[in-house]
């Protein structure tokens, strides 16, 4: 599979690299003088942690891009981009389209193949009232930051054809299962034409209980070219026993409207100014 405007060479990222070029070093320090192998071997170890923050640290674009913002041109227009992740949900999952057609939002919402294969009528409904479907992998695995390439592309592959099979239209954006990246995505990702996307600011709505603690991560300081992570399946339940998303929802879409923010989703904010 190839970029939709073809072949483009990917250029790696400097910490890649910086790594290959570390480990080369540190073989030959050790060729050229064997009493050097303690200060190659730290080297090499420095050389991993720093890998591994890439990989765990969710905002991070030091393995290669990754959208944490909107472009100018939505932040001139006041925009931000709500995104929902791990569904479809057949039971949450339409009560958030009605609630955000009585505010007149459009967001993504990031599916599971596996789960936007179980519900595709749920998918087609999405697309259908005007909001956008990504890839969030097929199996949404918290060992994907582990995999090989070969098995990181075949998370991302599985999942675009589904979702394409089922919308019509190829995945444009990509979010890694909890954030945390694989080591061997950005050349995969850039070889299917997609874009990582992570986020400004996210709710904690999967551990946390408490609808204002959840509204108050996501609005403090919100602005325009925010983008802003829920969950439509597997959010906490709160007090009440409805899902923390349910109750924070309709108070972040009135926090917009009070800001004069418009949710639109990540296809509407990449649009150039006419």
Known sequence: ????????????????????????????????????????????????????????????????????????????????????????DPQVTPVVLDLLDAYGAKVTFFCIGEQAARHPQLVREILARGHSVQNHTHRHSHTFSFNGPERAAQEVDRSQD???????????????????????????????????VSWTRRGFDTVRRDPADVLDRLTRKLGPGDILLLHDRGSARAASGKPVVLEVLPKLLQRLQQLNLKAVTLPQAMETDA
Request: proline share 8%; hydrophobic share 50%.
């Open 162 to 196: 589904t979702l394409a099979r089922l919308t019509g239209e190829r995945p444009q954006f990509f979010r890694a299962p909890a954030g945390f990246r694989n080591m061997f995505l950005a050349p995969v990702l850039h070889e299917r034409g997609l874009r990582l």
């Open 1 to 88: 599979m190839t970029h939709p405007s073809g072949p483009v060479r990917w250029h790696g990222p400097v910490l890649v690299k910086a790594s290959l070029a570390c480990h080369v070093g540190a073989v030959l320090a050790v060729v050229v003088e064997s009493a050097l192998w303690p200060w190659a071997a730290g080297l090499v170890v420095l050389d991993h942690l720093l890998l591994v923050f890439g990989v765990l640290s969710p905002r991070s674009s030091w393995l290669g891009a990754n959208m944490r913002r909107l472009p100018d041109a939505a932040v001139r227009r006041r925009e931000v981009a709500l995104t929902l992740d791990d569904g479809p």
